[in-house]
């Protein structure tokens, strides 16, 4: 693919020793996008529409297609004075969204953007590889020296616009020409295969960046909106104050669960505890940026977006409001997602604040029970909530998420390269980063056994999405929803609770209700029902522990 990329290059930097128009500059990029940028489009298609019969003329179609929209997009784009800027720009970014879109077949969607703006540098090292060089050496910066070596001829305002226009029409002659000659196959295309527009480089990237602009700029500055003000808490003086830890996992699937009937061991020391597991839990979203905040808003699946969750109050605030509920937030992920801006707030990735931290500068989960008593001690006030925040199983370099005793499924595969090795390494270095994850809850529930007596305690388990792990070619997770496969929607979730919080709770009830389906639309309002928070925007349907309650 390099090589032809070269002396496809060669032949243009011929033809453009002489001024060419930029328009003409704009139909040699477009020609190069649609051949080398397009594999994974290309190879969805060819998943859909096999390569014969009638389907060869759609495939030519498609490709004719695919390079006009693409010329008319960059065409109606450009202009005069950023000319060069402009397409350099999107050489170089659409490098980076092949590499990204051939290795892991992921979609570069508006969540997608979000994700990897709000991505640090350590999550970034993780993913960066040769091949990714070679992308961006070939796709990137050759093609963007050629363009910055040419000189582009452009005529006066008026005949630029003229001429402007006239592309304009006949690239949209092209296209409707094309649309309307293979109507079926079109409609077929865009309504029943409508994601494999969703693979088109750089057209879909670019209307993706639109598309996360209006989700997340606004006229003004943000006003967040106050949610249950009103909340107090409805116990009596004498009760026991509640100490509840909340641990948000990191893409960890329900299937890779033993509590959920996955063949191997996985989950070796919960199931010596007493918990109760969530078989049918769903998530949010397909990615740490959605999900997060969802699951701590007032909004459902269906009615929650980033903008109302950025100018909204979330459960923590809710608790905060009862002035009885002391929160803290440690984070050994990214940040909370905008979850705890407004309570205390603790980062756990370096080793200034993480004492369990090894050589490569991997922060372990453990480190953020490390001083917890004496945050326990200083806030004995009030009720609790401490949330933990896991880096759990995020890929794609699952080896380096658990020490090396937890390495008990071998081989593994240690390249964040994962089409490079069999599926049993992939499954191998994720099931033991699960395994770690096992552990690191078992110590979460027995740190808070020796509190059991004087708080009632309990611990919250939610994984915040699932992981594809090489099924149907498919890698990591941020698909759409609605395109979305169950591994990375279907999530591990888990209960456990300290004596007193049992005797309050009628486990017979709850066993029943375990393997219901449930959502983290659910989290919001179980977690109100578990500090007795009286407040307008609780609903008790929704709180998974409501019917539950010995006094109901
Ligand atoms: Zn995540």
């Given at each position: 693919m390099f090589l032809i990329n070269y002396t496809f290059l060669l032949q243009i930097k011929r033809k453009l020793r002489?001024?060419?128009s930029s328009y003409r500059v704009i139909l040699y990029v477009s020609l190069l996008f649609t051949l080398l940028y397009n594999f994974s489009f290309f190879k969805n298609f060819f998943i859909t529409y096999s390569f014969s019969g009638i389907n060869i003329l759609y495939t030519l179609s498609i490709f004719i297609t695919l390079f006009t929209f693409i010329a008319f997009v960059l065409t109606l784009l450009?202009?005069?004075?950023?000319f060069k800027p402009f397409v350099i720009l999107i050489l170089i970014i659409s490098s980076f969204t092949a590499y990204f879109m051939d290795t892991y077949n992921v979609i570069i969607d508006h969540s997608m953007i979000r994700n990897s703006l709000q991505t640090n540098l350590e999550e970034s090292l993780d993913l960066f590889s040769f091949k990714l060089v070679l992308y961006v050496v070939f796709l990137g910066l050759i093609p963007s020296i050629f363009v910055y070596k040419i000189k582009p001829s452009f005529g006066t305002f008026k005949q630029e616009s003229l001429k402007k226009l006239k592309i304009l029409l006949i690239l949209f002659a092209i296209i409707a020409v094309n649309v309307f000659g293979f109507s079926k196959f079109y409609t077929s295309f865009f309504r029943?295969?409508?994601?494999?527009?969703?693979?088109?480089?750089?057209t879909f990237w670019m209307f993706s960046v639109i598309n996360y602009g209006k989700r997340t700029f606004y006229n003004g500055k943000i006003v967040v909106k106050e949610v249950g003000k009103d909340a107090k808490i409805n116990e009596e003086v004498e009760d026991k104050k509640e100490l509840i830890i909340m641990v948000v996992g990191?893409?960890?699937?329900?299937?890779?669960?033993s509590l959920n009937?996955?063949?191997?061991?996985?989950n070796p020391l919960l199931k010596k505890e007493e918990v109760y597991n969530f078989s049918k839990m769903a998530s949010c979203g397909t990615s740490t940026a959605h999900s997060v905040p969802c699951m701590f808003s007032k909004f459902d699946r269906d009615d929650y977006s980033y903008k109302k969750g950025i100018t909204n109050e979330n459960v923590l605030d809710v608790l905060t409001h009862t002035k009885q509920v002391n929160v803290l937030w440690r984070d050994n992920?990214?940040?909370s997602k905008g979850v705890a801006l407004r309570v205390k707030y603790e980062d756990f990735r370096s080793s200034k604040t993480n004492t369990i931290c090894e050589k490569d500068g991997e922060c372990r989960d453990?480190?953020?029970?490390?001083?917890l008593n004496n945050y326990i001690e200083e806030n004995k006030n009030g009720d609790i909530l401490i949330v933990l925040h896991q880096m759990g199983n995020h890929g794609p370099a699952y080896y380096k998420r658990y020490p090396k005793e937890y390495e008990k499924f071998t081989p593994v595969c240690k390249t964040n390269q994962l089409e490079k090795c069999t599926v049993e390494e992939i499954n191998n270095a994720y099931d033991n980063a699960i395994l770690h994850t096992d552990a690191f809850l078992s110590k979460v529930i027995n740190f808070l056994k020796p509190y059991s007596k004087d708080y009632e305690t309990a611990m919250v388990y939610m994984s915040d999405h699932g992981e594809s792990l090489?099924?149907?070619g498919l890698y990591l997770h941020g698909l759409p929803y609605f395109m979305a496969p169950d591994t990375q929607t279907h999530v591990a979730s888990l209960m456990w609770f300290g004596e007193s919080m049992k005797e309050e709770i009628n486990l017979n009830k709850l066993n029943q209700t375990?393997?219901?389906?449930?959502?983290?639309?659910?989290l919001f309002h179980t977690l109100l029902g578990m500090f007795e928070v009286d407040t307008n925007v609780y609903k008790k349907d929704l709180d998974i522990l409501a019917n539950i309650r010995k006094e109901n």
């Open positions: 002489t001024s060419p450009s202009s005069k004075h950023i029943e295969h409508k994601t494999l527009r969703y693979y088109a480089n750089p990191e893409a960890t699937r329900a299937d890779r669960f009937g996955y063949e191997r061991e996985t992920n990214s940040d453990e480190g953020m029970l490390i001083g090489g099924e149907n375990k393997d219901k389906a449930l959502s983290q639309d659910n």
